[in-house]
């Protein structure tokens, strides 16, 4: 596979449930980054590894709880959440976190009933 | 206060037909990247422009080109030869510093262009 790919590309969760996004970038990139999109709301960064260490935690609640255990993949680990953390969370990478552009994967549309 | 402003929910252009999009941003760093993002219905952001803030000259992908206009902190995307595939979200984002070597990218609201043949 080549790219940014993201799995599940749609998750439906309870209030209660424990569940993790996955992502994993083909590209030999450094940084790798989570965003949440909302409607009608601008993409809002959520966390940024580079190479494997934390750099950006945008003051996001503790029931998202990344990981990045090596540059190539990056975890969303997700509990307890509310129906408002419903989204679009995106994934993306770049050559590191100082580089122009960046990769994004197709996104998990997350729905929490 | 917005730091990217798209003032244009949605436009309209006939295929073969240019259209530009309008990005505003708001910055005191000297130094910031400019970068424009497509999202197809299928929700993948695809980049397509980057402009750094001390570029000299537009920055210019196939059909795309960048109207870096600094002193009034605009950066419009153009696209040419419109086609039906251009249909999709246009986002505008600025990378600017965040102190200690770090950088945030932010992004616009984004404005919805849809192609009609």
């Known amino acids: 596979e080549t790219g940014v790919t993201q799995t599940p590309r749609h998750l439906v969760m309870g209030m209660t449930n424990k569940k993790s996004l996955k992502c994993e970038q083909h590209l030999g990139h450094n940084a790798m980054y989570w965003y949440k999109q909302s409607a009608k709301k601008p993409l809002e960064l959520m966390f940024v590894?580079?190479?494997?260490?934390?750099?950006e935690n945008n003051s996001v609640p503790s029931r998202f709880s990344p990981e990045c255990p090596n540059s190539s993949h990056l975890f969303l680990h997700l509990h307890t959440l509310q129906p408002e953390d419903s989204a679009l969370y995106l994934c993306a990478s770049s050559q590191d976190h100082t580089r122009y552009e960046q990769y994004f994967g197709p996104g998990t549309r997350l729905t929490v009933t | 206060a917005q730091k990217i402003t798209q003032t244009q929910p949605g436009m309209f252009v006939q295929e073969k037909e240019a259209v530009t999009l309008d990005c505003t941003y708001d910055t005191s760093d000297q130094s910031y990247g400019l970068f424009w993002y497509k999202q197809p219905s299928s929700g993948e952001m695809i980049f397509l422009i980057y402009?750094?803030?001390?570029?000299?000259q537009n920055a210019t992908e196939g059909r795309y080109s960048l109207n870096f206009q600094k002193a009034r902190k605009s950066a419009n995307l153009v696209i040419s030869a419109s086609q039906l595939g251009d249909s999709a979200m246009y986002f505008c984002?600025?990378?600017?510093?965040?102190?200690?070597?770090?950088?945030?990218?932010?992004f616009g609201t984004g404005t919805r262009l849809k192609v009609l043949a």
């Open positions: 402009q750094g803030s001390y570029d000299e």
């Open positions: 984002a600025m990378r600017e510093g965040h102190g200690s070597g770090t950088y945030k990218y932010i």
């Open positions: 590894y580079n190479f494997k260490e934390q750099t």
